[in-house]
């Protein structure tokens, strides 16, 4: 069994800045690939972040590029989204994302509760 705990979101103004952080623990060998997703009030979830093992390759897609940027500590389990210059239209349930290999040997994709992440003036 794998925990996601999402710390950070919150009522932020437009053109405000919010950093989410995830740690996971649990009965882990070893965590792979790990993202965020969100999902707004009638609409589906979706990747606004992802990255690599080791760091060094992330995605985001457009509607975000150049304002959230991700980053991940592996000595602490953790990954973060620094989101800046946010938008009404960022307000959404922010949802942490790992996937990898328990001690066992049996893979796991496990999700954070969600945490609110609301724009408004």
């Known amino acids: 069994q794998v925990q996601l705990v999402e710390s950070g979101g919150g009522l932020v103004q437009p053109g405000g800045s919010l950093r989410l952080s995830c740690a996971a623990s649990g009965r882990i060998f070893s965590i792979n690939g790990m993202g965020w997703y969100r999902q707004a009030t009638g609409k589906q979830r979706e990747l606004v972040a992802a990255?690599?093992?080791?760091?060094?390759?992330?995605n985001y897609p457009d509607s975000v590029k150049g304002r959230f940027a991700i980053s991940r500590d592996n000595a602490k389990n953790t990954v973060y989204l620094q989101m800046n210059s946010l938008k009404p239209e960022d307000t959404a349930v922010y949802y942490c994302n790992a996937n990898g290999l328990l001690n066992g040997g049996w893979s796991f994709n496990s999700w954070g509760q969600g945490t609110q992440v609301t724009v408004s003036s």
């Open positions: 990255i690599t093992k080791s760091g060094d390759r992330t």
